[in-house]
């Protein structure tokens, strides 16, 4: 005889050490399988009921198993009960054994007690196997129609399992299903719906079937919200809020594409939408589901609109649950009524500001569907004002938001800046670099904000001198490098046009030197460093008064420990000796094609000669090499010297005639020979060598002769010249219905086999893309590292993209290509979408 179950838990209990448990589960083990040896039947339902809370323990349990079909296979009630329920725990439907049994149940099945029947029915219903449903589907579709309300609920739970593991059954209960649903039993009515809503899930066909009962839907519905109270059924002040949900899931199914059956359910939803307490959860979850029916079904506008109020209710609770659950859905809505939604916007921005970071997340992403051009300047204010006090964690999601947004919709150009500058200086650390070149791109492109923009840089740097970003020193040195004189006394130009405090404030050139020698001194960072040499370089040409002493800031960095700081200001030296070209060399860049800027990015620069000039001039250093186009800004008169420069910067350094160099003059002549004494030396009569526009430009800076591409920030703002970054075109990793995934690459020299794949996804399809996640594999020579995407809902027709970052670390670099597969997930049009592709034409050398 074996102990009680009591003194077995009373046992473990009083275990102080992981082995003195499992020494007492050794020995309980060890009596149970000499009881189970004996055939000891007496103690069998005990011994079965100790073997539960062993497996509960998570200790193996497989040496008796077979005592529980004995249990089942007794006669009394007790011994099934017990049996029946290690059946559930013990078992699974994966297991063999359990084929042996379908007779015990089926015989069980036929019982007259209703007990042991709903046993049967709930163990049936609980680990069926799909052989054991095709068996005994017909013993389950007759108790269907027995005459005991408990039999029929277990029956029509029962059901749903068989339906789901085994589909062609389901005619045999398609008839039987919607007789449930005139029952007035609620256990039979909660198990019917749950019936028909398996049977629409699993067949979607069958909808067109059931629409005839909607009517009874709806006065099932009617009488629940006017019954009185009813002890049994019940749940905080709500009649059988359970059955509500149900009907109304099941509503939703029925009227979608239907609008004959919607507008017969639109009476109910209205009544729903307006009776429920909302003090009690049970209520609240009877309003959302009717909010999702409502907007699930052909409803008029103004219940769409009485549902969106209901959502816009439940942003004001208190319980973050029901707030996350509200801006879910008005995150789906919004794309069917903006208007309604728009109504809750103000709600909706303080919930940006909650405590909670995903309610954060949910309501930026409803926040970025709710920007038009209409409220831009409001929104953008409200997320400015708490993007100063945001924490780190949430700070990235919001700044890269509100740049979206700003660059989306903003109504004039000068808006555009003041609102990216804001940016910029309360969250430079995470402005992406692609927000940086568009800003100069803009302003490039808008001569009425040059004087502006600098005068912005001057006083942002003035005002954050010590806490600058890196976004922040490379845009505004960029901008007092280009246009720095229009803040002098007197500079004319259309900047100028305005008054008060869109005129640009006046300053003098000392300081404007002395603020980029400040930033010389306080930052390490070698790219602000950089950029800001280069400013000073390009002032040199408009503020004569300055050149001594800029001289004297470049020989001061000569000495940097940073190699591109100190090249760049031995280039720069160098320039300083041939007066005749400097100032044609300094000159303003010209306007910049964001859209060309965009197509050529991450390609090669061509060795055409014709159609390398123009590209050097739009997308080369910040030190500009050629004349500026009609567009862009203008600057002293050129003279003949300014025509051998352009002759020798657009690949004729004798590549042609002689007569050709020489028809410029004595002038040409003298400032060629600078040029040339500058590049080393070369000789005017040595052999035509095939040369590149891009080489050559790089060649007057003293930079590698191999051929650059353009690409990014450090190019646009004369950063340091990497040209194997930029080698590799674009991949289009994945493409289908409308969803596109493109990789651009970006190799890491200073760490040999590390590229940095920047994936960008869009959606050219009509419907909304959201839940969009992205995992990639690569083979065990290869490591992968994933930065969280900057967000998961893709909008219609490329309304939005968004990116993420993917290192790849390739060990076997130069010996065997990148390899990768893609899986992707996403919910379109309410379906769930899984895609799997394996991407082909990695560029080699990665």
């Known amino acids: 005889m074996t102990s009680r179950l009591r003194e077995l838990i009373k046992g473990v209990r009083q275990c102080k050490t992981a082995a003195e448990e499992r020494n007492v589960i050794a020995k309980e083990s060890a009596a149970l399988r000499n009881a189970f040896r004996d055939q000891d039947s007496s103690y069998r339902h005990r011994n079965v009921a100790k073997l539960m809370y062993i497996h509960m323990l998570g200790y193996p349990t497989h040496f008796g198993q077979m005592e529980t079909l004995k249990l089942i296979a007794a006669n009394g009630f007790a011994e099934k009960r017990i049996g029946y329920l290690g059946l559930m725990i013990l078992l699974d439907e994966r297991q063999e054994v359990l084929m042996l049994v379908t007779n015990s149940l089926k015989n069980d099945l036929g019982s007259r007690n209703q007990s042991i029947v709903g046993l049967a029915l709930t163990a049936l219903g609980n680990i069926c196997s799909a052989e054991m449903a095709?068996?005994?589907?017909?013993?389950?579709?007759?108790?269907?129609?027995?005459?005991?309300?408990?039999?029929?609920?277990?029956?029509?739970?029962?059901?749903t399992r068989i339906v789901r593991k085994v589909p062609e059954v389901m005619e045999e209960f398609v008839e039987r299903?919607?007789?449930l649903m005139q029952d007035r039993h609620h256990g039979v009515l909660l198990g019917g719906a749950t019936l028909l809503l398996e049977i629409c899930d699993v067949d979607p066909a069958q909808l067109e079937t059931l629409r005839p009962q909607v009517p009874l839907l709806c006065k099932i519905l009617r009488s629940l919200m006017l019954s009185g109270f009813a002890p049994e059924h019940d749940v905080g002040g709500i009649t059988d809020p359970f059955l509500q949900v149900k009907v109304l899931r099941l509503l939703r199914l029925l009227g979608k594409g239907?609008?004959?059956?919607?507008?017969?359910?639109?009476?109910?939803?209205?009544?729903?939408?307006?009776?429920?307490?909302?003090?009690?959860?049970?209520?609240?979850?009877?309003?959302?589901?009717?909010?999702?029916?409502?907007?699930?079904?052909?409803?008029?506008?103004?219940?769409?609109?009485?549902?969106?109020?209901?959502?816009?209710?439940f942003l004001g609770n208190r319980d973050n649950n029901i707030r996350y659950v509200a801006l879910n859905t008005l995150a789906k809505v919004v794309g069917v009524d903006t208007q309604a939604v728009q109504r809750h916007r103000n709600t909706i921005v303080e919930c940006v500001k909650d405590a909670d970071v995903s309610i954060r997340r949910r309501a930026l992403e409803l926040v970025y569907a709710l920007v038009n051009q209409g409220n831009i300047r409001t929104l953008t204010k409200e997320l400015l004002d708490y993007l100063r006090i945001s924490d780190s964690e949430f700070k990235p999601d919001l700044t890269n938001k509100i740049c979206m947004l700003v660059q989306r919709f903003a109504p004039d150009k000068r808006w555009h800046l003041d609102s990216l500058m804001q940016v910029i200086v309360q969250a430079g650390a995470y402005v992406k670099e692609e927000v940086c070149r568009a800003l100069v791109v803009l302003v490039s492109n808008a001569s009425e904000l040059h004087a502006y923009a600098a005068r912005l840089a001057m006083q942002f740097l003035k005002q954050h001198r010590e806490t600058a970003s890196h976004s922040l020193l490379i845009t505004s040195t960029w901008f007092l490098g280009e246009y720095g004189e229009l803040l002098l006394p007197g500079a004319a130009g259309p900047a100028e046009v305005g008054s008060g405090d869109d005129r640009p404030r006046s300053a003098s050139s000392t300081d404007l030197v002395t603020l980029l020698e400040g930033v010389l001194e306080r930052t390490q960072e070698a790219a602000a460093r950089e950029y800001t040499l280069t400013a000073l370089m390009k002032l040199s040409a408009r503020l004569p008064d300055q050149l001594p002493r800029i001289q004297a800031v470049l020989e001061k960095q000569k000495g940097s420990v940073q190699l591109e700081v100190q090249t760049r200001s031995c280039e720069y030296g160098r320039i300083f000796k041939y007066d005749a070209i400097r100032p044609q060399l300094l000159e303003h860049m010209p306007a910049l094609d964001e859209a060309t800027y965009s197509r050529n990015l991450g390609s090669a620069l061509p060795t055409d000669t014709a159609a390398a000039a123009p590209q050097v001039t739009a997308e080369g250093d910040l030190i500009s090499t050629s004349e500026p186009t009609a567009n862009g800004p203008t600057s002293a008169p050129v003279s003949q010297t300014s025509d051998a420069v352009a002759d020798l910067l657009s690949m004729d350094l004798g590549g042609g005639s002689g007569a050709g160099l020489g028809a410029s003059g004595p002038g040409a002549s003298t400032a060629a020979a600078d040029l040339l004494d500058l590049l080393g030396g070369a000789d005017l009569s040595a052999p035509p060598a095939p040369t590149s526009s891009g080489m050559d430009a790089l060649d007057l800076l003293g930079e590698a002769p191999a051929p650059a591409q353009t690409g990014g920030?450090?190019?646009?703002l004369g950063g340091a010249s990497t040209?194997?970054?930029?080698?590799?075109?674009?991949?289009?990793?994945?493409?289908?219905?409308?969803?596109?995934?493109?990789?651009?690459?970006?190799?890491?020299?200073?760490?040999?086999?590390?590229?940095?794949?920047?994936?960008?996804?869009?959606?050219?399809?009509?419907?909304?893309?959201?839940?969009?996640?992205?995992?990639?594999?690569?083979?065990?020579?290869?490591?992968?590292r994933l930065d969280p995407a900057s967000g998961s809902s893709l909008q219609p027709n490329s309304g939005n993209s968004l990116t993420q970052l993917l290192?790849?670390?390739?060990?076997?670099?130069?010996t065997k290509a990148l390899a990768m597969r893609l899986r992707i997930s996403f919910k379109r049009a309410g379906e769930q979408k899984l895609e799997q592709c394996e991407v082909r034409g990695f560029p080699n050398g990665l």
């Open 177 to 179: 299903a919607p007789q």
């Open 723 to 784: 040209p194997a970054e930029f080698q590799h075109p674009p991949l289009t990793a994945f493409e289908k219905d409308g969803l596109q995934v493109v990789f651009t690459f970006k190799p890491q020299l200073s760490q040999p086999g590390l590229t940095d794949i920047t994936a960008t996804y869009t959606n050219a399809g009509s419907e909304p893309v959201s839940d969009f996640s992205l995992q990639a594999a690569v083979p065990k020579f290869m490591q992968l």
């Open 134 to 159: 095709r068996d005994l589907a017909p013993e389950v579709e007759k108790l269907l129609s027995s005459s005991n309300s408990y039999i029929r609920k277990k029956a029509a739970l029962c059901a």
């Open 258 to 313: 239907s609008a004959e059956a919607s507008d017969t359910m639109s009476d109910v939803l209205a009544q729903v939408a307006t009776g429920t307490e909302t003090a009690r959860n049970a209520g609240n979850a009877i309003l959302y589901e009717c909010v999702q029916t409502i907007m699930g079904v052909e409803s008029i506008g103004g219940l769409r609109v009485l549902a969106v109020n209901i959502l816009g209710r």
């Open 713 to 716: 920030l450090e190019d646009l």
């Open 807 to 814: 290192h790849v670390t390739n060990s076997q670099q130069g």
